[in-house]
């Protein structure tokens, strides 16, 4: 291993029906990289004519949920009355503050003809003086985010700054976010603009500083150092940071919270569907029972 890395990071995979998801964060050797909290690898996969995506409404509090596709779409819906289709390229970014709900749908015309899923969701913690904000949504079409094509590498700066750039997502705590796609015979270095920072392969062939980053992995890097990223065949990556959370986060089904007590609440107010509920839709995911 490279002495800029830390850690290694495999993904737990699970098939919830339709889909094969690689949860990679948290892991027991790593929390969180930056902000991030959550990091889910969704697909590939093709979803058949008639076959979608249904994940019914669900709430959040004290977190951002961040999805960015590279194949097929996804319908979002929320309890503040946002309507959003997000295809590839694009950038969904839903900040839960004190509560929100939300559902994920495929939608009516990817449904019929059935498509091709391929993405990344995040979850982003937010700083304790903000996870009392009000719940928010943005969306940014691909052609508004800041694109850098470097030595045969194209990067696509999703939130925060990277690369000289800055997205228009607006973020909470310096942030990381980049989608980068590899050509053969292709470099490029990631400066040390940023404190914390992980590197996670989709797909292809990526060495960090030498070392070979398995598809399917995240490397975690040492602070301070730069760090070269090359590709012999081509690759897709995300580069992903930031500056540290300002404390402890606890983590229950969809609440993130530095505080046990509201983390709590918020399971109380969702059992009594006191959170929101999203316009058109009557279905919700019940609070999971607690664990023995």
Do not use: C
């Amino acid at each position: 291993m490279s002495s800029t890395i830390e850690a290694f990071l495999k993904p737990h995979q699970h098939d919830i029906g339709n889909l094969i998801v690689r949860r990679v964060l948290p892991s027991a050797a790593v929390r969180t990289v930056g902000p991030f909290i959550f990091f889910d690898h969704i697909g590939p996969a093709t979803l058949m004519p008639g076959v979608g995506i249904d994940v019914r409404p669900h709430p959040h509090i004290g977190l951002a949920t961040v999805t960015y596709l590279f194949e097929g779409a996804i319908m979002h819906r929320d309890s503040i009355g946002s309507v959003q289709k997000i295809t590839a390229g694009d950038v969904n970014w839903m900040t839960a503050g004190r509560g929100i709900v939300h559902s994920e749908r495929t939608p009516d015309e990817e449904r019929a003809t059935g498509q091709k899923m391929h993405g990344i969701q995040t979850w982003v913690g937010l700083p304790t003086k903000d996870e009392e904000v009000a719940p928010s949504f943005e969306h940014h079409a691909a052609a508004t985010l800041p694109q850098i094509d470097r030595d045969g590498v194209k990067l696509r700066v999703i939130a925060g700054s990277a690369f000289g750039q800055t997205a228009p997502t607006v973020t909470f705590s310096p942030t990381l976010y980049v989608a980068a796609e590899f050509s053969a015979d292709s470099a490029v270095t990631l400066d040390t603009e940023h404190e914390e920072r992980g590197v996670y392969l989709l797909e292809g062939d990526l060495s960090v500083d030498g070392s070979v980053l398995p598809e399917g992995q995240m490397a975690v890097l040492k602070t301070g150092f730069p760090v070269d990223l090359r590709s012999t065949n081509g690759a897709i990556a995300m580069v992903l940071g930031g500056a540290p959370l300002d404390g402890h986060r606890f983590l229950e089904w969809n609440f993130v919270s530095s505080s046990r007590e509201k983390i709590e609440a918020a399971k109380i107010a969702w059992s009594e569907q006191r959170i929101g509920h999203v316009p058109g839709e009557t279905e919700f995911i019940p609070l999971p029972p607690p664990r023995p």
